[in-house]
């Protein structure tokens, strides 16, 4: 076989491994950062009125709580208030069956992500003295 067959077989069989190989590897690239990219997108400041008027939009894949939560999470706004501060500043907990070793709880949309099966939720839970303790974004 002489040189040029070779290099072309070369070639093809390189080709025929590493195309599929390069278009998973864009695939799972997309996968993963465009969710990120659509939170991003997404994301709202806090603001106290919106959070209780219109948190219940449950045909929304990006209700307002769910665009809210990350900028209260982050401006620590919520650490070490009062029951009766955290209701007036977010409203009435919701009731739900979830979460039953969490003080209050307030449910904030489908979970974020590629694949939105569950619920994510605001999660606080109280110190002995009354005062928020701790608080989480969590996922039922």
Same mark, same amino acid.
């Given at each position: 076989?002489?040189?040029?067959? !070779? #290099? #072309?077989?070369?070639?093809?069989?390189? $080709?025929? *491994?590493?195309? +599929?190989? =390069?278009?998973?590897?864009?695939?799972?690239?997309?996968?993963?950062? $465009? +969710?990120?990219?659509?939170?991003?997108?997404?994301?709202?400041?806090?603001?106290? $009125?919106?959070?209780?008027?219109?948190? #219940?939009?449950?045909?929304? &894949?990006? +209700?307002?709580?769910? @665009?809210?939560?990350?900028?209260?999470?982050?401006?620590?706004?919520?650490?070490?208030?009062?029951?009766?501060?955290?209701?007036?500043?977010? =409203? +009435?907990?919701?009731?739900?069956?979830?979460? !039953? %070793?969490?003080?209050?709880?307030?449910?904030? =949309?489908?979970?974020?992500?590629?694949?939105?099966?569950?619920?994510?939720? &605001?999660?606080?839970?109280? %110190? =002995?003295?009354?005062? *928020?303790?701790?608080?989480? *974004? $969590? @996922?039922?």
């Amino acid at each position: 076989m002489d040189k040029k067959v !070779k #290099r #072309r077989i070369l070639w093809i069989s390189g $080709a025929i *491994v590493l195309v +599929p190989i =390069g278009l998973m590897a864009t695939a799972v690239g997309y996968l993963s950062l $465009a +969710p990120r990219q659509e939170n991003y997108a997404h994301r709202a400041k806090f603001e106290s $009125a919106g959070w209780s008027s219109e948190s #219940r939009d449950q045909t929304s &894949l990006w +209700p307002t709580r769910l @665009r809210m939560v990350d900028d209260l999470v982050a401006s620590k706004r919520l650490d070490g208030l009062q029951r009766s501060e955290v209701t007036a500043l977010l =409203g +009435p907990a919701d009731e739900t069956e979830y979460f !039953k %070793n969490w003080d209050l709880v307030y449910w904030l =949309g489908p979970e974020r992500g590629w694949i939105r099966v569950d619920s994510e939720w &605001l999660v606080l839970r109280f %110190n =002995g003295s009354g005062r *928020v303790a701790e608080y989480r *974004v $969590a @996922r039922d």
